[in-house]
């Protein structure tokens, strides 16, 4: 059984690992944060034209991976924003580096200085100098912001590049250069210098990785995440886009109608046609004309202010302020219906009041309320028209689109980079190594058992949900597993050592009718393991001969003269020389063995014992009295017709015969019997069988020597 006591320790130290490893990376983020930070005090300090905010996002990106450095990047963004709150927008950038330099730390590009890192400064460059001018510009429009690039993008503006968007876009690649310039270099120095027992393990994420039957399982977590994430952005952008604009045309729509009722709280109605007549000459008309033009001046949010009287054949101008770009009507022109008009022709004819109207027409994308005069008669003698310029409120809707996404995409990318470590951490790597484990599980013999029953000690799975009841069921299962095994092992052990030793009985009986000194078996088994050995040692018949073979020929060796059991005592045990009718039957004896042992196969299950172990048996037992050149019996079989455990047993069954003393004869010299061996190479036995019997000659010798 496993020592639990082993495991506990290990699992404690494991997790006492983690921990560590987790306080280090914690340590790391604030470190990077600390980094930006001070680059961009010193900035401000010393008026550089650089940023320096991301020195920390490509240090601890080379530290430890994705996961700290796309946090530093996040919020060193965020705190950056309580000072100066448009910072928080360009969080998008400070994480898109981070996975930039983290991906090219993850490939070796960014750990040592080689041209290698031209493609990453070109990367971070175009993020910062591009993408933040495209920000820039969706927050700004066409003012080019107050970033440090403006006064390029000015000059590019009025001369090579006749388009806002492209001027600051170039404009802030060119002054984003040596930023990062700087930036990757001072993140090298720091990554060179950054205390090695301080620095986490990185954790690589291979975002986009695909399995090879299909998507892996951190692929489709981004792809969840990223599905969920996106769905309910676009949701919550589209809301608040409307939600934004219905707010921001009710706010212009009140402001228009508060001017409206202020310019129509300074009309007498009772002087409107007299104002319409005379103009200037009609009391009061002065004053009432610099009001409106004094409004219309202060407010960048007017477009047009007038007073018509709606009739019959158009618009009668009562007043009308002048704009910068075109002076108003004079008073009594009559201005002809325009078609955004006509559906509320009747109620403006009939002098209600009417909700705010959007048109887009010859004067432009405006926002128009009417405030309607009434006299005391509550007559409606004219209306007090404000017109609030569509494209400012279009352009403050724009900056809030950019806003909204430029902060949900760079929280999007946080949340993704964390969604997907954590999913690698407590689902992903526990099952894969899990998976791996299982994959590799090898119980061939003691030392692989043990070792697998460490690699999973070691794995160490604690993630306190489900998965970790797999791990430790897993586990439970595979120490049952490994010690049914060994118990098994053992009990098969036992069996075949009875077995052995019952057919070891059985042979030394067979023997002992032959008056047998009862040691032929013991040597003919070592002789034929010895000649395995060999055989194997010199490469001969290597197709056939390997340790799977010389067990079963070792084990099947005191089987082969099984057969003379069937034959009499009284030829058996004739101590003259046979008779030919005797001898005969004395050759019988390999069929009648043959027959025994396929006797036996019958009753066996197991083909591996059937085809391996009984098979060399039976064919030991049937032919090792055939000769090579195929004058032996009981077939007349020659060369490598015979099977090869026959024919090795053939040179063990000899030798063993003449070297072995019988009561009717004395053993013969080993030097004598070799010479026998030798001499009958290529007509009696295998050649190469005799061959690797020579080559062991001292092993030969040492069991001939413990015979007498």
Known sequence: MINDDRIQAAKRLKQSEDAYNDIKAIVLVIVGILINVAGGLVVKEFSLPFYLDCIGTIAVALIGGFMPAVLVGFFTNLISSLSYHPNIYYSVINVLIAVLAASFSQRGMLRKITWKMIFPFICFVLVGGGLGSAITWGLSGDTMGEELASSLALRLYESNIPNAFWAQFVAGVIMDMPDKFISMIMA??????????????????????????????????????????????????????????????????????????????????????????????????????????????????????????????????????????????????????????????????????IDPIISDDSYGWLLSTYEPLYDKNGKCVCYVCVDISMPNIA??????????????????????????????????????????????????????????????????????????????????????????????????????????????????????????????????????????????????????????????????????????????????????????????????????????????????????????????????????????????YPCGLKGEEIPLSARIMAVADVFDALVAKRVYKPGMPFEKAMNIIKESSGEHFDPKIVDAFVHAEDRIREVTAAIH
């Open 188 to 353: 090298f120095i720091i990554y060179k210098v950054y205390p090695k027992n301080l620095k986490p393990r990185r954790n690589k994420l291979d975002i986009a990785a695909l399995a090879k039957k299909g998507i892996s399982l951190s692929g489709k977590v981004v792809f969840c995440v990223t599905g969920i994430f996106l769905t309910a952005a676009t949701v919550v952008i589209f809301v608040s886009y409307k939600q934004f604009q219905d707010t921001l045309i009710q706010s212009e729509a009140e402001y228009a109608s508060d001017m409206a009722k202020y310019v129509a709280s300074q009309i007498d109605p009772e002087w409107v046609d007299s104002y319409i007549k005379a103009g200037p000459s009609a009391q009061g008309y002065y004053t009432i004309d610099k009001l409106m033009n004094t409004l219309l001046l202060s407010s960048d949010r007017i477009q047009y202010l007038y007073v018509y009287k709606i009739e019959e054949d158009g618009c009668h101008v009562v007043f009308d302020a002048d704009t910068p770009d075109l002076e108003g009507s004079e008073h009594g022109e009559i201005v002809p219906f325009d078609e955004t008009f006509m559906p509320y022709l009747d109620d403006l004819l009939a002098g209600k009041p």
């Open 395 to 632: 352009a403050t809707e724009r900056a809030f689109t950019f806003k909204t996404t430029a902060l949900l995409l760079g929280f999007f990318i946080t949340i993704l980079t964390l969604s997907v470590y954590l999913a690698k951490r407590f689902i992903i790597t526990p099952v894969n190594n899990l998976a791996k484990l299982a994959g590799e599980f090898a119980y061939t013999d003691d030392e692989a058992r043990k070792e697998t029953l460490e690699s999973i000690s070691e794995l160490e799975i604690k993630t306190g949900d489900e998965i970790e009841h797999l791990y430790d069921a897993m586990a439970k299962t595979t120490r049952d597993t490994v010690d049914y095994i060994n118990e098994s092992q053992r009990k098969n052990e036992a069996i075949s050592a009875f077995q052995s030793g019952m057919i070891n009985v059985m042979a030394d009986l067979v023997e002992s009718r032959d008056q047998s000194t009862g040691t032929h078996i013991k040597n003919t088994s070592a002789y034929v393991e010895i000649i395995c050995d060999q055989l194997i040692k010199d490469g001969v018949y290597s197709d056939v001969v390997d340790e799977k073979f010389k067990v079963n020929a070792v084990a099947s060796a005191p089987m082969h003269d099984i057969g003379k059991i069937k034959i009499s005592d009284t030829i058996l045990n004739k101590p003259g020389k046979f008779t030919p009718e005797e001898y005969e039957i004395m050759k019988t004896h390999s069929e009648e063995g043959a027959k025994i042992i396929a006797s036996v196969k019958k009753t066996v299950g197991s083909k591996e014992l059937k085809d391996d172990y009984l098979g060399e048996a039976e064919n030991m037992a049937h032919y090792h009295h055939e000769k090579w050149n195929g004058q032996g």
